[in-house]
């Protein structure tokens, strides 16, 4: 069987990462989110993570040659190899051009792009409500999903991200709407849409029959 090669749009508190996980679990696939990639990033005070920062902090996208210099360092063979799946990129035009140059240049081409369908207002309750657990970086809902210890390594230890709060969430919608929004045409055909308002549960059974209904 080929790798998968995935990519999940959608604006914040759509499910991407809570997907990303139970795809990764199905599939065996490398995780390449981007904001996992720049919090990480912050949080080590990297150079990277400095010049990031406040784009983050904002709700504002990190200047696209940031991201793609970090794209090119995580393409990497083994990567290739095993297949990965993009969660949260590409965010706008500039970087589907890009990300469409680096894969012709690899001679691989993405398998499913997901684009996940949600209100504003609904995006809202979920990230009011969200936890993660600062060990693992899982994701918890203080309703949907209450956070429990999740590993032997992990300390029972759950925050909120502090681009989380309602204001934010508004800006980064908007964000979304302005800057990512034209990338639905620009993937056009090739875009499956999924309804994110669902449960977790029903939301990968489409994702996997998607996949497995496709797969070579
Ligand atoms: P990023 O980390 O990518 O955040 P985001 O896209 O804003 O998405 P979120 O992580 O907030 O939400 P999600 O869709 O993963 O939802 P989740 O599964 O957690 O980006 C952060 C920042 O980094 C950006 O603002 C930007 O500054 C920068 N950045 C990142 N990538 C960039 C790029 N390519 N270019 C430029 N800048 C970039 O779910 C949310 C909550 O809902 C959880 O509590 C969960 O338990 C719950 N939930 C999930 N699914 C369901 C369901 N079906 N029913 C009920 N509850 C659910």
New binding site residues.
């Given amino acids: 069987m080929s790798p998968l090669y995935l990519l ?1 749009l ?12 139970k795809i990764l679990e199905t599939f065996g696939l490398c995780h390449l ?4 990639i ?2 990480g990033a912050i949080r080590k005070e990297t150079l990277l993570g400095k010049k ?1 920062e406040s ?2 902090e ?7 040659s ?2 793609i210099d970090l794209i090119k360092e995580t393409l990497t063979p083994d990567r290739i190899e095993k297949g990965f799946l993009f ?6 035009l500039e ?1 589907g051009e890009k990300l469409k140059e680096l894969l012709l240049d690899l001679g691989i081409s993405l398998t499913h792009i997901f684009y ?1 369908d949600i209100s504003l207002e609904k ?1 809202i309750s ?2 009011a ?4 657990c600062v060990d693992c970086n899982k ?7 209450p956070p429990k210890t999740c590993g032997e390594d992990c300390s029972g230890n759950f925050i909120q ?1 502090s ?2 709060t309602e204001e934010k ?1 508004r800006h ?1 919608y908007d ?2 709407e302005e800057q990512t929004v034209p990338l639905l045409s620009f993937y056009g055909e090739d875009l499956l849409s999924i309804d ?5 549960d ?2 990968h059974r489409e994702l996997c029959l998607a996949i497995e209904g496709t797969k070579v």
């Fill in positions: 999940f959608g604006p914040a508190g759509s499910g991407k990462g809570t997907q990303a996980e989110s981007t904001g996992d720049l919090r990031a784009y983050v904002a709700g504002d996208l990190v200047p696209d940031l991201i969660d949260g990129f590409p965010r706008t970087q996940f995006t979920r990230i409500g969200r936890r993660i994701i918890y809902h203080i309703d949907y999903n991200r681009d989380d969430v980064r964000v979304f994110a308002d669902l449960t977790p029903e939301i």
